[in-house]
RNA sequence: GUCCCUAUCGUCUAGAGGCCUAGGACACCGGGUUUUCAUCCCGGCAACGGGGGUUCGAAUCCCCCUGGGGAUGCCA
């Protein structure tokens, strides 16, 4: 059978970092096994899901290059086949009626299932003893058996488990005496009879769990007795996730479920409802979470997690992909930079690992700004100009102006927030770093030599790169500085800080005038710092 | 509290008993190129959490401890 997986995102918030991981792992799975990736909304939350988490969910995941195959299913339109499949458990005796609360409907429950030994996916462990403390009564009803353990301190501890978990308890007295054997009472107990065994200090029973092979985990189990029942259909008739997810699973007839490491106590259950639901079970892979900065786990108060912002910050699609699939997975070799076509011909879940990872965003910085250099110019113009405004560059960004800019800006772009630092070759409002200033003009030939290049300036015609670097050489020859010693100063009087474009680029794109006027204030800057001083 | 998962440089990771005096990348620090900056090149710093086993030999296997994460819902 072909592989068909899911994305299954509840759309009651924006979608986070993750989140689209897990995404990602579940497109790159399916690509790499020629499978279908299937897209899934469960918005039964009808409190919390909003249409605009869902249009956010759409933009991200078309930003990412992350394209499902067939339909979109909305989870809350399928409510009446969940309801359905829960009669059929009913009908079926795998599932039945809990108590009700005061003056509510009972909860529909379902019953881990007390012929367990003919699942697959069921195996015996063997004989199991528990210490019990005797001063807490054995529970034991069709629900399930409850009693208190006894915790490493000492303290008597509630637990529970479900009947099928202790199919041949027998409840043993501090003398060993049995005072409760299931199996002899078993018809009364699945008939609804309750009893209360006192005094029993042991529980002992045969132990079963159900297991399953996580295709990243390795192999994962999970004893019966430490089960319970769990509610599918609640007291207001709407059904849990659990079963919807399920269900919708089996709808979709997905082959291999993808998702995060938070869900691998749900899966033993699951495993059973599908099971009971009388459809193949899936395979699994539970993907380790992602951790922030401070090692802690995502929170909605970490808000530079979700996605959108990544975009709106300037990270590109292929850079935050790219990032996001290193989390948790490498290709085995030294490769880091992939095109999705290279991650998807190497991505094997067995080789995601299992531990959480810590997002680093120096290394997404890095690799944004790789995959910047790299663009194609026009891209690179179309994308900087989209942010210009936001970080205050007065530019005309259709401007032949704006494109030599930028173009003279790419290689040192490695996010959005670089453009704020281009604002000097449009304006002439800007601060100037004074230590700089104090540092690189406290000489008095250079201050001449500045001078000197202004009126300089006057006298040329052509006043490109190579021309305006040849004047900058000829001005320190003329006034017996060190080549390179005006570089510096005549940066800080073009831009007012240190660091920029080659220096000839930098002065011939601000121009002739505009320079003159530059280093006239330059120089009347520094006379007032030191006048301050 | 109980159950489960997990543990290599600050971070992401390679490593599946000898190839490991532990490799790569980011970050950081030097040096070179660029007469600045960035790119680029070269170099440096820096890790197997601790303790017990198993073995001729352990980062790799087992146990314990510790740290981290998850689960313990009529949330998803």
Redesign the pocket.
């Known amino acids: 059978m072909s592989v068909r997986v899911r994305f ?3 759309p ?1 918030g924006k979608v986070h970092i993750g989140n689209i991981r897990t995404a990602i792992f579940n497109w790159l799975f399916a690509r790499h096994e020629k499978g279908e990736f299937l897209l899934r909304v ?4 009808r409190e ?1 899901s909003t249409q605009e988490a869902i249009d956010a969910l759409f933009a991200c995941m078309s930003w990412l290059g992350l394209d499902y195959d067939g339909e979109i299913i909305y ?1 809350a339109s399928r409510t009446p086949a969940h309801l359905e499949a829960a009669q059929k458990l009913l009908a079926e005796n795998k599932a039945y009626y ?4 005061d003056g ?4 529909l429950l379902f019953r881990i299932p007390l012929n367990a030994d003919d699942i697959p996916a069921v195996r015996t462990v063997g004989p199991a003893e528990i210490e019990i403390a005797p001063e807490q009564p054995v529970q034991i009803s069709a629900a399930g058996v409850s009693f208190a ?1 006894i ?3 000492g ?1 008597p ?1 509630p ?1 529970e488990g479900c009947l099928a978990g202790f199919k041949d308890l027998k409840v043993l007295g501090n003398d060993g005496s049995c005072q409760f054997d299931l199996a002899a009472n078993w018809g009364a107990v699945v008939g609804g009879q309750e009893f209360t065994v006192e005094n029993g200090v042991r529980l002992a029973f045969t132990r079963r769990e159900v297991f399953y092979q996580d295709m990243i ?2 192999e ?4 019966l007795d ?1 089960m ?1 029942d ?2 599918i259909v ?3 008739s ?5 079963l ?2 399920v269900c919708d699973d089996c709808y979709q007839n997905i082959t291999h479920i993808i998702r995060g ?6 899966t033993y259950r699951h495993i059973l409802l599908f099971h009971q639901l009388g459809y193949p079970i899936p395979q699994y892979a ?1 993907l ?2 992602i ?1 922030n900065q401070q ?3 995502y929170s909605k108060r970490d808000g530079d997690a979700f996605v959108g912002d990544f975009r709106s910050k300037g990270y590109l699609a292929e850079a935050l992909f790219n990032y996001l699939t ?5 290709p ?3 490769r ?1 930079k992939m095109t999705k076509a290279e991650m998807v011909e190497s991505f094997r879940l067995e ?1 995601v ?8 965003l ?2 997404l ?3 944004n ?2 995959y910047i ?1 790299e663009m194609a110019s026009a891209d690179f113009l179309a994308w900087a100009a989209g942010f210009a405004a936001e970080y205050q560059v007065p530019a005309d960004t259709s401007s032949r102006q704006f494109a030599d800019v930028a173009l003279l800006m790419q ?2 772009t ?1 996010q959005a927030e670089n453009i704020r630092e281009w604002g000097y070759f449009f304006s002439d409002e800007f601060e100037y770093n004074d230590k700089a200033v104090k540092k690189q003009l406290g000489n008095d030939a250079i201050r001449f030599g500045l001078e000197h290049f202004k009126s300089a300036l006057a006298t040329v015609l052509e006043f490109a790169p190579a021309e305006a ?1 040849q004047l ?2 000829s001005t ?1 020859k003329a006034v017996g500085l ?3 010693k005006l ?2 100063p005549l ?1 800080l009087a073009a831009s007012g800080v ?9 002065l011939a794109m601000i121009g002739k005038e505009k320079m003159t006027g530059r280093i006239d204030r330059l120089l009347a800057h520094f006379n007032r710092i030191i006048a301050e001083a």
């Open positions: 299954a995102p509840s009651t469960e918005d039964t939350d919390r989870q809990g108590k009700a609360a509510e409907k009972a909860p353990i915790s490493r301190k303290n501890t637990a985990k390795g994962l189990a999970k004893p430490s319970k769990q509610v609640r007291s207001d709407t059904p849990i996730f659990h919807a997810n490491d938070d869900h691998v106590e749900n539970h380790p979470m951790v090692g802690k786990p290193l989390l948790g997975w490498s085995g070799d030294d880091e080789r690992k299992s531990a959480p990872a810590q997002f680093d120096n290394k910085q890095n690799l700004g790789m250099a290689s040192r490695r670097e900058i050489r320190e060190d080549e390179g570089n510096q940066r240190t660091s920029g474009a080659d220096i000839g680029s930098t």
